[in-house]
């Protein structure tokens, strides 16, 4: 299995000649699923105790198993919030597991920390935070959320009055579900502002003037949204900032879709406030064009992050020797052994150079508007706010929510698109809406025409 011999010779050509071919497809096969068994009838037991050998193996991976899954940059994938990794990045995340680098701590992965946090220099340094600000790659947006959190109760615990009472946020409804989902785990209370469109200091201050004594006494943090993930909305970051210093709270904002836009001039000043924040989450699998996973968390002051996360073991001790000094990735977030995913945008930063970002994000915000201003022309369709970053909600007149579903899977299993419905709330009715969200700048125009079209 760890010889080196002719078969793996073989099936590294193999590899590398579909990691070419998948890497310079513009347009790769929109997959679907397949039921369990469908899949299990068609690739039989895979695991067995001899095996089935690597040439079947990837055969049937080729052949059947890629074929069920949707490829997230696919042009037409206007769904969720699609992807579009760099060619140089997904090179490199090849790169990055065949050089088998830990990436917890310096000791062991000082040349790719040490590009990861070159990347991170540049993510900071987008969000105008003061110059000790710093931050780490985590597995994705939930794993940041969870980490500063973390670090924010684990700092409001230093009050020892603090120390038996269950930790209360506010957020607005408008938040990604993983705020809720990550409080579960920290077992700390959720209050929603209620409203998906842009929240106010106005809203939270009154939110936080309704609650009783106790719960104001819990309160320990804000949670504001980089860009939502429905509708691409900002919260009013400076004005929450305001209400957080006055309070005394930690304000963290959830950029992991909207943090891209950082980098684009046309909505920078949107984010206004967001170099005020504790914490602050981005997602570069997302808007930055990364592989999956690559999410990122970055804190105002590291310090807290590290004594909330910090992990002691005898094994350990060595990493804080001296000798082996540097900074180590595993003691500012969840995770302890890492992959190094902050490379693959290390390099593709180093290959191409930010200016290349910035034109691949402003190309999103551009799709974005254009398909506005197609929508408008359509006299089917209507809008339903004006686009938002690279987010646009719109109706087709007429529609129900069975209609938008069936939509979905037509063009699904035409192989057309992937472009799916949600619900926005209109006149206190959440009414089913189509939405695009655009991120890989290969959409063209007409892309966008062919799938309207759909809707006639
Ligand atoms: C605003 C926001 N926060 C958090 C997340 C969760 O990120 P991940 O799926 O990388 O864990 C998402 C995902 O879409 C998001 O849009």
Same mark, same amino acid.
Request: proline share 4%.
């Given at each position: 299995m760890h010889n080196v011999d002719i078969e793996l010779v073989e099936m590294t050509l193999d590899v590398m000649k579909y990691a070419i071919n998948r890497i310079t497809n513009t347009s790769p096969e929109l997959g679907q699923p397949k039921k369990e068994e469908e899949l299990r009838k068609l690739v039989g037991e895979t695991v067995t105790a001899k095996g089935i050998g690597g040439e079947k193996a990837f055969h049937l991976f080729k052949d059947v198993l890629v074929k069920a899954t949707v490829?997230?940059?696919?042009? &037409?994938?206007?769904?969720?919030?699609?992807?579009?990794?760099?060619? #140089? +990045?997904?090179?490199?995340?090849?790169?990055?597991? #065949?050089?088998?680098?830990? %990436?917890?701590?310096?000791?062991?992965?000082?040349?790719?920390?040490? =590009?990861? @946090?070159?990347?991170?220099?540049?993510?900071?340094?987008?969000?105008?935070?003061?110059s000790e600000a710093f931050g780490v790659f985590t597995s994705g947006g939930t794993a940041a959320n969870l980490s500063a959190m973390v670090t924010a109760r684990e700092y409001w615990r230093r009050n020892p009055d603090n120390l038996n009472e269950k930790a209360l946020m506010i957020t607005s409804a408008g938040a990604h579900s993983s705020i809720k989902a990550m409080a579960k785990v920290i077992d700390a209370d959720v209050l929603l502002v209620e409203t998906e469109d842009l929240m106010s200091a106005e809203d939270l201050k009154r939110k936080i003037a309704?609650?009783?004594?106790?719960?104001?006494?819990?309160?320990? +943090?804000?949670?504001?949204?980089? !860009?939502?993930? @429905?509708? !691409?909305?900002?919260?009013?970051?400076?004005?929450?900032?305001?209400? =957080?210093?006055?309070?005394?709270?930690?304000?963290?904002?959830?950029?992991? $879709? %909207?943090? !891209?836009?950082?980098?684009?001039?046309?909505? &920078?000043?949107?984010?206004?406030?967001?170099? &005020?924040?504790?914490?602050?989450?981005?997602?570069?699998?997302?808007?930055?064009?990364?592989? $999956?996973? =690559? %999410?990122?968390?970055? $804190?105002? @002051?590291?310090?807290? +992050?590290? +004594?909330?996360?910090?992990?002691e073991g005898s094994y350990l001790e060595i990493f804080k020797d001296e000798g082996a000094q540097g900074f180590n990735p595993a003691d500012y977030q969840i995770q302890l052994t890492r992959r190094v995913r902050g490379l693959p945008l290390w390099f593709s930063l180093a290959m191409n150079g930010t200016d290349r970002y910035k034109w691949a994000v402003e190309m999103g915000i551009k799709l974005a508007n254009l398909a506005g201003k197609l929508i408008e022309e359509n006299t089917d369709l209507e809008l339903i706010r004006e686009p938002s970053l690279s987010c646009v909600l719109f109706r087709r007149k007429g529609w129900s929510p069975d209609d938008y579903i069936n939509w979905t899977y037509k063009n699904h299993n035409d192989g057309l698109a992937l472009v799916t419905p949600t619900k926005w709330i209109v006149n206190n009715k959440a009414e089913t809406v189509a939405r695009f969200c655009f991120i890989n700048p290969d959409t063209t125009k007409e892309d966008i025409t062919v799938i309207l079209d759909t809707m006639k």
């Amino acid at each position: 299995m760890h010889n080196v011999d002719i078969e793996l010779v073989e099936m590294t050509l193999d590899v590398m000649k579909y990691a070419i071919n998948r890497i310079t497809n513009t347009s790769p096969e929109l997959g679907q699923p397949k039921k369990e068994e469908e899949l299990r009838k068609l690739v039989g037991e895979t695991v067995t105790a001899k095996g089935i050998g690597g040439e079947k193996a990837f055969h049937l991976f080729k052949d059947v198993l890629v074929k069920a899954t949707v490829p997230i940059d696919h042009p &037409r994938h206007l769904a969720f919030v699609p992807a579009a990794p760099t060619r #140089a +990045a997904i090179m490199f995340d090849l790169v990055t597991s #065949a050089s088998s680098i830990h %990436g917890a701590y310096w000791m062991e992965g000082a040349g790719g920390i040490f =590009c990861e @946090n070159e990347a991170m220099k540049w993510l900071v340094s987008l969000t105008g935070l003061p110059s000790e600000a710093f931050g780490v790659f985590t597995s994705g947006g939930t794993a940041a959320n969870l980490s500063a959190m973390v670090t924010a109760r684990e700092y409001w615990r230093r009050n020892p009055d603090n120390l038996n009472e269950k930790a209360l946020m506010i957020t607005s409804a408008g938040a990604h579900s993983s705020i809720k989902a990550m409080a579960k785990v920290i077992d700390a209370d959720v209050l929603l502002v209620e409203t998906e469109d842009l929240m106010s200091a106005e809203d939270l201050k009154r939110k936080i003037a309704q609650l009783e004594g106790h719960q104001r006494k819990r309160l320990f +943090a804000i949670v504001a949204t980089g !860009g939502t993930t @429905n509708a !691409g909305i900002i919260d009013d970051l400076d004005g929450i900032a305001q209400v =957080c210093e006055q309070e005394k709270l930690w304000f963290h904002v959830d950029a992991a $879709y %909207g943090g !891209g836009a950082l980098a684009a001039d046309s909505v &920078r000043h949107l984010f206004k406030g967001i170099e &005020r924040a504790d914490s602050i989450t981005i997602d570069p699998h997302k808007w930055l064009f990364s592989p $999956y996973d =690559c %999410g990122a968390v970055i $804190y105002k @002051n590291p310090e807290l +992050a590290k +004594a909330a996360h910090a992990q002691e073991g005898s094994y350990l001790e060595i990493f804080k020797d001296e000798g082996a000094q540097g900074f180590n990735p595993a003691d500012y977030q969840i995770q302890l052994t890492r992959r190094v995913r902050g490379l693959p945008l290390w390099f593709s930063l180093a290959m191409n150079g930010t200016d290349r970002y910035k034109w691949a994000v402003e190309m999103g915000i551009k799709l974005a508007n254009l398909a506005g201003k197609l929508i408008e022309e359509n006299t089917d369709l209507e809008l339903i706010r004006e686009p938002s970053l690279s987010c646009v909600l719109f109706r087709r007149k007429g529609w129900s929510p069975d209609d938008y579903i069936n939509w979905t899977y037509k063009n699904h299993n035409d192989g057309l698109a992937l472009v799916t419905p949600t619900k926005w709330i209109v006149n206190n009715k959440a009414e089913t809406v189509a939405r695009f969200c655009f991120i890989n700048p290969d959409t063209t125009k007409e892309d966008i025409t062919v799938i309207l079209d759909t809707m006639k």
